[in-house]
């Protein structure tokens, strides 16, 4: 598990720094770095921030700051290598749980303050067969978030070009790396919507297990419009962090759903009353054993200015299920609950299905 990981609120009337995403190249003290580790983490920070964007402007909701990582004056992605205290041998950096040591340990050597960073760790144990277990990432636009993907040190190179689970990509496990920014960027996972026919979402399930369930070798991948909806007002895409330590306070009201049997479509209806501007609401669908998880259906829409809004859910399901509901704001918060910010705040909503419909249970 993570430690908890937290920003450092800023004085009265001053603007939060803005965070960076902090590229790392990890290795035990006792493992050299690969000589070409910088041209490679150069090329997947090409590639995820050329991908990021893509499917943001695909969907309507172009970043303001589409090159988010920092370079060195040569163009290279500022890739800070840090060595742990430790050796290969004490197993301590085999899985996740030393991000604590690795942001101490970077912060001494970089001295990049405390502004509740994403950090992007990429964990180089040695050549293969050596690797890291444990690729996992978590955060929110709040106070951060850390990602962990093992680093490969093989002969080819990542193109802009390339698609998502191209041979090379594959098995440098570039879509699990970004996977895992994702997640340090709040995100959380959803399926494909099969009518979209785009390839596997980036936060969906890995390239070997997508193509086991859908029978196919797909190669193609894509950022479904509920996780760009999702970063649009970060502050690593807005390149602001004005009003980033404000919680929206909201309710939501009048909230039902209608069947349309011309579309064979479900539509969520109603009404967000807050205190600070809305953009989005996002809806993942979940069906216990049939699409949950890596499998739940995504969903985006637009609030108006009133608070109305109204999601199409295109695919509904034949058995009974959740609807798990977040709304996205101006300063990049995103909350179900008008608590806590993320994943484990998403307004929950069970439904029965009912003449191709879903009815919501109290």
Not at 140 to 147: I, L
Not at 317 to 331: E, I, P, S, Y
Not at 339 to 361: D, F, N, P, V, W
Request: proline share 7%; glycine share 10%.
């Amino acid at each position: 598990m993570f430690a908890a990981l937290a920003c450092l609120l800023p004085a009265a009337g001053q603007e939060p720094a803005l965070p960076k995403v902090n590229v790392v190249l990890f290795t035990p003290a006792d493992v050299t770095p690969p000589k070409d580790a910088l041209r490679r983490l150069t090329q997947a920070g090409d590639y995820t921030e050329a991908f990021l964007a893509k499917w943001m402007k695909h969907w309507g909701y172009p970043p303001a700051r589409e090159k988010f990582l920092d370079r060195n004056p040569d163009g290279t992605v500022r890739v800070l290598f840090v060595s742990g205290k430790e050796n290969l041998a004490s197993g301590k950096y085999d899985k996740p749980g030393f991000d604590v040591e690795v942001r101490q340990s970077a912060n001494a050597k970089y001295q990049l303050g405390q502004h509740g960073h994403v950090w992007w760790i990429w964990v180089y144990l040695g050549e293969p067969p050596l690797r890291f277990q444990g690729f996992e990432g978590r955060g929110t636009s709040r106070s951060g978030g850390t990602a962990y993907a093992n680093y490969l040190n093989a002969p080819g190179d990542i193109r802009l070009t390339d698609e998502l689970a191209a041979p090379f990509l594959e098995s440098f496990m570039l879509k699990g790396g970004i996977h895992e920014l994702g997640h340090a960027l709040g995100l959380p996972h959803n399926g494909p919507l099969d009518k979209q026919q785009l390839g596997m979402p980036l936060m969906g399930a890995t390239i070997l297990n997508y193509r086991q369930r859908t029978k196919s070798r797909e190669t193609r991948g894509y950022l479904s419009p509920a996780s760009a909806a999702m970063l649009w007002r970060h502050p690593v895409f807005t390149g602001t962090a004005k009003e980033r330590n404000v919680t929206p306070k909201f309710s939501v009201a009048n909230l039902a759903t209608a069947y349309d049997a011309g579309s064979k479509s479900v539509k969520l209806r109603g009404m967000l009353k807050t205190d600070y501007p809305a953009h989005s609401v996002v809806v993942f669908d979940s069906v216990p054993g049939v699409h949950e998880a890596y499998w739940q259906k995504p969903y985006a829409a637009r609030i108006g200015k009133d608070g109305q809004f109204e999601v199409g859910i295109t695919e509904p399901a034949a058995k009974d299920g959740t609807l798990r509901l977040m709304f996205c704001f101006q300063n990049g918060a995103t909350s179900g609950n008008s608590q806590t910010y993320g994943i484990a705040s998403m307004l929950e909503k069970a439904y029965r299905t009912a003449g191709g419909g879903y009815q919501l249970t109290p």
